[in-house]
């Protein structure tokens, strides 16, 4: 066992977490209450999921819908990250998400890679919705920043004759592309910074290190695949106006 699940566990875990919601406020890095529903929420998320995911892997139907639950989690907070004001265009976020990790989790399924099982399905489809999530997340916010700040330049271009998804482009793909960097970063430094939690995972479950780093690997690059996806289907959203911001109308 990696940890000791005990009382010292659980206290040292809230200290953690209010030194975290301290830092923020005294850094004035955001709202403290933000950083410590989050550690909250985790917590009651993961005893809940615990307790389910045990019984929904049993069942085709019941994996169906737990996926489609993440899926739907994901689509929601992405899009409340992107366009926190009250509108119509956060729906869209569900496109980036789909769009990235539909595709692969099918080949995946296909080629045989992943079984049709919950005890693998769950932890692969649920690392590849989260990445797409902070593509998204990272792609939207940046690109509509750059575009609000920069709006002089889409003029300028619209003035020399590009439309407007061109014109939004040449200044927003840049931003967007920061997207990319926590996947590269990680990508580039595993092994040797991180030992992620795949490779760290399969390690304490009996399987060999050559096994743990070929499915970590695996992971890595799919990731890659998917939040560039996200990143370029979230990035053509906002050039065409779909994913935008309800000041911004």
């Known amino acids: 066992m990696l940890l000791s699940v005990n009382l010292t566990f659980a206290a040292l875990l809230a200290v953690l977490l209010v030194l975290a919601t301290a830092v923020v406020a005294v850094a004035r890095l955001g709202r403290p209450r933000d950083t410590l529903l989050a550690g909250a929420s985790a917590a009651v998320q993961l005893v809940a999921v615990s307790l389910v995911i045990g019984w929904v892997v049993r069942a085709l139907p019941l994996l169906l819908c737990f996926l489609l639950l993440m899926y739907a989690v994901a689509v929601r907070t992405a899009g409340r990250r992107v366009v926190p004001a009250p509108g119509r265009a956060w729906p869209w976020a569900a496109v980036p998400i ?66 407007v998804r061109e014109a939004r482009m040449e200044v927003a793909r ?4 920061d997207a990319l960097l926590p996947g590269m970063d990680q990508t580039r430094t595993v092994g040797l910074v991180t030992l992620p939690g795949a490779f760290v995972g399969m390690l304490l479950g009996g399987a060999s290190p050559l096994h743990a780093g070929a499915v970590q690997l695996f992971v890595l690059v799919a990731l890659l695949l998917v939040q560039a996806v996200a990143a370029a289907v979230t990035l053509e959203l906002v050039t065409r106006g779909r994913l935008v911001r309800a000041e911004a109308r």
Do not use: Q
């Open 98 to 163: 789909a769009a990235a990790v539909f595709p692969v989790v099918v080949a995946l399924l296909l080629t045989g890679v992943v079984p049709a099982r919950g005890v693998s399905l769950v932890p692969v489809a649920g690392i590849l919705i989260g990445g797409a999530l902070t593509a998204t997340v990272l792609a939207g916010r940046r690109s509509l920043d750059e575009l609000a700040v920069r709006r002089g330049e889409v003029e300028a271009g619209l003035a020399i004759g590009l439309t």
């Open 174 to 177: 840049e931003a967007a592309s």
